[in-house]
């Protein structure tokens, strides 16, 4: 008996000493892991779980701010319903039906308190199929993105001394601050930030010499690397943030961004922008009545128009010479593409329609004919938008005529001033995409020789009639604030 | 001492390798100063053999911009796919003559035409079709609408057509015209009426 009770004892202590460590291990255990969902309707984030080395997440909760959803279990089965569509899952099994059809999931469905999990990794396969859009997951940071909702940024050195780093993003920003010697970092918890097309960036500034961006647990992080103290300060409604040398006396940290435009695709869960921030005056948000784009570009050269004359070459000098038009005309105007830059078609999709600028223009060159063409979306085969979302192939579809109006505007002004032009549809990207009016003009040479396309006299003749056509139809594209 | 006529025998044999490698050489050389023979890789021509139908090609002019039907009689099988595979090759082989209106580069071809009911052709062209093809807005969507016309005016019932480039998907045909998508034949007709002349 007294063995027996030394033996309670020892196990007593056991069990105590294991509490501790066990309360040390959690004190010490990384922060929760979360799901940050990016999406037209809504962003937010939601607490993951470990089961089965995977971690898991509620389907219902994924989807329930994005549309009316219901969920019910019925013995070993868990039926979703998303709209009029139901889909079944069996409870341990990987394999479920969804949209009718029977789809194999990465790892086994489970449900706890009638609440139906899945692995993170099959949402990438699994939601596509039950929204009807394209879904984009960064499994290892945890962060989804449903539909093209990605918040895109550039950054440019402006200025010597002292040296100034612009980032400008297609939608207001609201990240948290942090300094610290050598560094500054921005976390973007809520905003849909994505990698730039390097994940490093270099500037060839001794002030300012890098800056890299990383993701993780739902997060994206940028982080400057500087020499002299810095300091973040907000512009352009959020969309711009400038980071520039400390005055003295001022403190590290930065202020806040004012805003008074909600961010497209940020919700009621967004947080709400302090009030007007300290340090240089803020710009007001501009936003453009005309987004020029001056097709191709880097690695992408267009039609090769003659042995030295390439058509990304021409059409930023069209896309200059168009700007300067308009803007002599009071229309204000953003070159998509103002140097030789990789630009995709979705990002020039992106800006242009973060903008909302009344018109997009594309702009072409081609030795192939005579004169000029202007061209509106040859929309492809489309089923019906699903729920919230419209279609990413067919977003011009509710501008269509719109844009068949412009594009007939412009037409006219070249008629007037004897150019051959012809205005067609025409499968051309990024039209499709825009949810604005948008047309492409395509400039040929007048004759045979594909040099004239360089021509100053000829480029004004083509960039005045656009620009004219346009400052004539401002009404009815709609007055710029 | 060895028989006679095996000597002679083996005279004659000597006299028959030697002469052959004489042959040979001289054959080898003959090649080799042969200049190789152009290959032709244009497509194969439509059989000859079986019925002939009249058929509306919708043929791309470059000079103008546009699209023109013109009737031609060719052979065409009984099979609904293989009937529209016809009518593309007969479209390239004008494509692919000297004095065509409008040039596809040497090579290109239709390696074949699918048809998915209900109502979805996909078009597979070759690689040197998309590589050779010529750049530009108009230029790539004349070819574009020149092959879907075709098919969708000869063959009822299509109501979308993909085109695959050597069996892939491929963004554009040769930088502008997005082949990515589903083509709406509604529409094609539509821009059909438009490059009419």
Redesign the interface.
């Known amino acids: 008996m007294r063995w027996t009770n030394r033996l309670s004892l020892g196990n007593l202590g056991a069990l105590v000493i294991l509490i501790l460590l066990w309360a040390m291990i959690l004190s010490g255990a990384g922060p929760e892991k979360h799901l940050s969902v990016y999406s037209v309707a809504a962003n937010y984030s939601l607490p993951l779980v470990q089961r089965d080395g995977r971690d898991y997440v509620g389907l219902l909760e994924v989807l329930e701010p994005l549309g009316k959803v219901s969920a019910r279990t019925d013995g070993t089965h868990w039926h979703l319903k998303y709209y009029r569509e139901e889909d079944d899952f069996q409870v341990g099994k990987t394999r479920a039906r969804i949209q009718g059809r029977d789809l194999e999931l990465p790892g086994k469905f489970l449900v706890e308190n009638n609440r139906g999990l899945v692995s993170v990794s099959s949402l990438s396969t699994l939601l596509p199929k039950i929204l009807g859009g394209p879904v984009t997951l960064h499994e290892d940071s945890g962060r989804l993105f449903i539909g093209s909702v990605a918040t895109h940024f550039t950054a440019s050195l402006a200025g010597d001394n002292p040296p100034r780093l612009v980032f400008n993003f297609t939608a207001p920003v609201n990240p948290t601050v942090a300094t610290e010697p050598g560094t500054l970092r921005m976390t973007f918890a809520r905003e849909p930030v994505v990698s730039p097309a390097s994940p490093t960036l270099t500037f060839g500034s001794k002030a300012i010499p890098s800056a890299n961006y990383s993701e993780g647990n739902g997060t994206a992080v940028v982080t400057v690397h500087s020499t002299i103290p810095v300091m973040a300060s907000f512009s352009n409604d959020g969309r711009t943030i400038t980071i520039a040398q400390t005055s003295p006396g001022t403190p590290a940290t930065s202020p806040a961004p004012s805003a008074t435009t909600p961010a497209p695709g940020t919700s009621a869960a967004s947080p709400q922008p302090p009030a007007q921030p300290a340090g240089p005056t803020p710009q007001v948000w501009r936003r453009y009545f005309a987004v020029v784009d001056a097709s191709?570009g880097g690695d992408?050269h267009?039609?090769?128009l003659n042995s030295s004359l390439l058509?990304k070459d021409v059409t930023v000098a069209l896309a200059r010479g168009l700007r300067e038009e308009l803007e002599s005309r009071g229309i204000t105007t953003l070159v998509l593409r103002d140097s030789d830059a990789n630009l995709s078609l979705d990002q020039r999709a992106i800006f242009a329609n973060a903008d909302h600028a009344a018109i997009y223009i594309a702009l072409?060159a081609?030795?192939?004919?005579h004169g000029v063409?202007v061209?509106t979306a040859?929309?492809?085969?489309?089923e019906d938008d699903r729920g919230p979302f419209r279609s990413w192939?067919t977003a011009q579809h509710s501008a269509l005529a719109l844009s068949q109006s412009a594009a007939s505007a412009v037409a006219a002004e070249f008629q007037k001033r004897q150019i051959p032009v012809?205005?067609?549809?025409?499968?051309?990207?990024p039209l499709?995409n825009m949810t604005g009016a948008a047309i492409?003009v395509?400039v040929a040479p007048q004759g045979a020789d594909s040099s004239q396309l360089t021509a100053p006299d000829y480029q004004q003749l083509v960039t005045s009639a656009v620009a004219t056509a346009i400052a004539t139809a401002h009404n009815q594209l709609g007055a710029a604030p | 001492m060895i028989p006679r006529h095996l000597l002679i025998a083996l005279a004659v044999l000597l006299v028959a390798v030697l002469g052959m490698s004489i042959y040979a050489w001289n054959m080898r050389k003959t090649v080799a100063a042969t200049p190789a023979a152009s290959v032709d890789t244009r497509p194969l021509a439509p059989p000859v053999a079986g019925p002939t139908e009249m058929v509306a090609l919708f043929v791309a002019n470059?000079e103008d911009?546009s699209l023109r039907p013109r009737a031609a009689q060719i052979p065409m099988p009984s099979g609904r796919q293989q009937r529209a595979e016809e009518l593309l090759r007969a479209l390239l082989s004008i494509y692919l003559d000297k004095a065509s209106p409008h040039v596809l580069g040497a090579g290109a071809e239709v390696r074949s035409v699918f048809l998915v009911d209900p109502g979805v052709a996909v078009i597979d062209v070759n690689a040197a079709f998309a590589d050779t093809h010529?750049?530009?807005?108009?230029?790539e969507?004349l070819t574009?609408a020149s092959l879907i016309h075709t098919v969708s005016a000869n063959t009822p019932g299509i109501?979308?057509v993909k085109i695959l480039v050597d069996g892939k998907e491929r963004?554009?045909l040769a930088?502008?015209?997005?082949?990515?998508?589903?083509?709406?034949?509604t529409?094609?007709n539509?821009?059909a009426t438009?490059?009419a002349p």
């Open positions: 191709h992408d267009g039609e090769t058509e072409h081609a030795s192939n004919g063409r061209y040859l929309l492809p085969y489309s192939t012809r205005t067609l549809a025409a499968p051309l990207r499709n492409a395509e | 470059d911009g010529r750049s530009g807005v108009l230029v969507e574009v109501l979308r963004d554009t930088g502008h015209a997005d082949i990515s998508d589903f083509y709406d034949v529409a094609v539509q821009l438009q490059l």
